[in-house]
């Protein structure tokens, strides 16, 4: 007689979880979506790309910008306008220069207009043109073009630069984030979701989840921006779109997967709904908190840029998490088998749904029995090889040059106001209009501007007087200083462009200049606020990397109920990141052509790599657990290896692809995290979870579970059971070679 299948209407699941639950979290879920899904466009609302704001209060350029504050009226940001004639100007066109200056008046964006001051050579003349911080700086500088275009001399040409004008060539740039980049990112998604599944439907369904997902994280992130918890940046809403699409989709995938293979062993939809929940509930939730613990270790940070994307990215996952655990089985539980048209999953005969197993590879076939034949056969080679590969690409790590880069070289696509930076650094002191800020005591005010004047790398400097009047000396300027709360002002115009190298390197040397006169004076400025962000970020790398180890150690320890494991699968992914690092570092330099790197991308890229690296060997490793609980370690390794095989290859997939979707956006430093976590999910897919940890685990033996029960079985000589029952060596094993 055959046995009742568990889908047999006298075990069907009652009507509430049938239909009433799954139809109330759908539902719930649209309502989240339809709210936060217009919440999108509105993110720039309470986002800021002010790289001021990133820094801590601690730094020095913090400090000096709070003091110059009390030296004006208004918060203002000076844009430099450059107009250049091919040949010297002549009086005629001085004075039509001139009189552009009442029409750059007359738009009313600040205080006074500065110029034209003429160059040296006679063939340029510059304006400073002060914008006030309370208009929209985009729209300001936009008008700022349009009048200087239209009032520039024929023949000559003319640039909005300076902060200004690269501020909001920057947030043009960023501009392609509300859609560009969510467009690529869930076209490529798609693509892929198509081929893995060969379904129409539930590719739909999955991505609806991934998308509901980021409606929601982007209604908790404008929430919180809103309240001032966070500051929201381009940066991290670019992150925030990527990570919740592929997070959300791994997820998803995995789920996906325990749902079809229950769908063999039962014809109730429900109940195979169930039992995947249960079977992935664990790995899932492990997999998230892991990445949103490594995220919130951002708050360790004191660059408040790294401080902000901590929380906006473990809300983004945090939503993902619950998507993939209500959501997704609420439709799969709606849409049973229909959701896989037309490749329905069929029910299994019951002697085929749990295989005997004896090797590990009974039952598989095609590339993942190919992989665990070579893990079976040859282990130490495997990984040994694998190790070899990852540290010759490691090597190039060295090669990184992760100092920050000048402001000009960040924006990727074309820019008037890097151009205009050029035709700065042509006709006059680099530095124009972007001084160093120098905060002095009054009473040696005289002493620090002269040290000021004589350190290397400054072309000219000055005292600032009452009503931002600079002290010449010549007749008729003011002779005593604006003096407020005993400080003094000084502008220092730097020889090399601001945003550059060099001029950081004069920065260093003026603030040992400075304090050699007066040990409480502090430089700041623009220079210096890029200074102290590059330096506070390289000393984020040193704290924050340990305590993320830690965490994940900790997290996976409970997971696997293991010591060895979890400190091998740490130590994989971590050589993993460092030969993407390598790889990185070669074709930044000599593929790619970057002058460098930015401050924050080997710490970015460790975060995204180690937490999203750890992901996938939590899905490994969490199965071969459960399939060793029932067959012993060595066959659960390669069953393990053989039934996630296919949806974490395509979850590594997936996620590189929506990171690599981070390229289209012309900012060097999200084209570069895009390479690093896009190439190195790709090489913690194929190398390090196919056949490094596999092969490792393998070759370790049931010891890979020490302390915990499972390592019991390897006491003494590893040992594993014959199908008959008894224990011994199989002869698998002599006959591959091994050694014991």
């Not at 999953?345 to 004896?358: I, M, Q, S, T």
């Not at 494991?565 to 074709?587: H, T």
């Amino acid at each position: 007689m055959k046995a009742k299948h568990a889908g047999s209407p006298s075990n069907k699941a009652p009507f509430r979880l049938r239909w009433l639950v799954p139809t109330v979290l759908v539902l719930t879920w649209l309502t989240l979506a339809g709210i936060g899904g217009p919440t999108f466009g509105r993110l720039e609302e309470v986002s800021s790309n002010d790289q001021a704001s990133f820094l801590p209060a601690s730094a020095e350029a913090t400090a000096a910008q709070d003091w110059q504050a009390k030296f004006r009226d208004a918060d203002e940001v000076p844009a430099v306008i450059v107009i250049e004639s091919p040949e010297r100007f002549a009086p005629p066109q001085l004075r039509e220069a001139a009189a552009l200056k009442t029409e750059l008046e007359g738009l009313e964006l600040g205080s006074a207009v500065i110029g034209p001051i003429p160059s040296e050579d006679g063939e340029a003349v510059q304006f400073i043109v002060p914008i006030s911080e309370s208009l929209e700086l985009e729209e300001a500088v936009q008008e700022l073009r349009d009048t200087t275009s239209a009032g520039t001399p024929e023949g000559m040409q003319s640039y909005v630069t300076g902060p200004a004008g690269l501020a909001a060539d920057l947030t043009g740039a960023f501009a392609g984030i509300d859609g560009l980049l969510l467009l690529v990112a869930l076209a490529a998604v798609l693509v892929i979701l198509l081929i893995v599944y060969r379904s129409i439907l539930l590719p739909v369904m999955v991505l609806l989840t991934s998308v509901f997902a980021l409606c929601a994280a982007i209604l908790l992130v404008f929430g919180m921006a809103k309240a001032g918890w966070i500051q929201l940046n381009g940066q991290s809403q670019g992150i925030l779109s990527i990570l919740v699409i592929g997070a959300a989709t791994d997820y998803a995938l995995l789920y996906v997967a325990r749902f079809r293979e229950a769908l063999t062993h039962t014809t109730d939809r429900t109940a195979a709904a169930l039992t995947a929940w249960r079977a992935s509930f664990e790995p899932i939730l492990a997999s998230g908190a892991t990445v949103i613990i490594a995220l919130l270790c951002l708050l360790f940070s004191d660059l408040n840029s790294n401080k902000a994307l901590g929380p906006v990215a473990a809300a983004g996952i945090l939503c993902a998490l619950f998507a993939a655990l209500t959501l997704l089985p609420a439709l799969m539980a709606l849409s049973g088998r229909a959701a896989f048209w037309p490749f329905r999953p069929k029910l299994l005969p019951d002697d085929e749904r749990e295989p005997e197993l004896v090797t590990g590879l009974e039952g598989q076939k095609g590339l993942w029995r190919a992989t665990g034949s070579l893990v079976r056969r040859r282990p130490r080679t495997v990984w040994v090889a694998s190790v070899l590969l990852l540290l010759v690409a490691s090597a190039g790590v060295f090669q990184l040059k992760a100092n920050g880069v000048p402001q000009t070289d960040v924006i990727l696509s074309a820019s008037t106001a890097v151009d205009g930076q050029d035709a700065l650094a042509r006709h006059f002191d680099a530095g124009s209009g972007s001084p160093a800020v120098v905060v002095a005591d009054e009473g040696k005010a005289r002493e620090v501007l002269e040290a000021v004047k004589a350190a290397d790398g400054v072309g000219d400097a000055y005292l600032l007087a009452e009503g931002s009047v600079p002290i010449t000396g010549a007749p008729g300027t003011p002779s005593a200083p604006d003096v407020r709360d005993g400080k003094v002002l000084i502008n220092a115009t730097l020889d090399a462009a601001a945003d550059s190298l060099e001029a950081e390197e004069a920065v260093k040397a003026l603030r040992a200049d400075v304090r050699a006169e007066d040990p409480g004076a502090l430089v700041g400025g623009v220079t210096a606020i890029a200074l102290d962000t590059n330096t506070t970020a390289q000393r984020d790398l040193v704290i924050i990397i340990p305590i993320v180890l830690v965490v994940i150690l900790f997290i996976l320890m409970l997971l696997l109920r293991s010591v060895i494991a979890p400190v091998l699968l740490v130590l994989s992914v971590v050589l993993s990141y460092a030969a993407a690092l390598g790889v990185a570092a070669f074709v930044f330099n000599n593929i790619l052509g970057f002058p460098g790197a930015d401050a924050t991308v080997p710490l970015f890229g460790f975060v995204f790599l180690v937490a999203l690296g750890v992901d996938y060997n939590i899905f490994l490793m969490s199965r071969v657990r459960e399939e060793s609980l029932k067959h012993g370690t060595r066959p659960g390794i390669l069953r393990g290896l053989g039934v996630t095989g296919g949806v974490i290859t395509s979850a590594g997939v997936v996620l590189a692809a929506t990171f690599a979707a981070l390229g289209v956006i012309p900012i060097m430093f999200l084209v570069q995290l895009a390479f690093i976590v896009a190439f190195g999910v790709l090489l913690d897919t194929v190398l390090v979870r196919s056949l490094l940890v596999p092969a490792l685990a393998y070759d370790i033996g049931p010891t890979i579970w020490w302390p915990g029960k499972l390592a019991r079985e390897g006491l003494g000589h590893p040992r594993e059971p014959f199908s008959n029952g008894e224990t011994g060596t199989p002869a698998s094993f002599a006959d591959a070679g091994e050694i014991r």
